[in-house]
């Protein structure tokens, strides 16, 4: 999945992928009721500053 802001970032895409690959597998995991943020930025290895950054990023690539 390519983003505008992190098309030129190949460390910015990779942190987004961690996420998005973090977040399918609490998810699937736990639930979608069940999963934290907590878990997936720990589980993902990364900060909940940039957990938030990216899901801004994603809902604005669907506007």
Known sequence: ??????????EGEESLNKILSAA????????FND?????IT?????SHG?????TLIIRMSYW
């Open 1 to 10: 999945m390519k983003h505008e802001v992190f098309s030129e970032n190949k």
């Open 24 to 31: 399918i597998a609490v998810i699937a995991e736990k639930g």
């Open 35 to 39: 999963a934290s943020i907590d878990e």
């Open 42 to 46: 720990s589980r993902a290895g990364v």
């Open 50 to 54: 940039l957990f938030f950054t990216s």
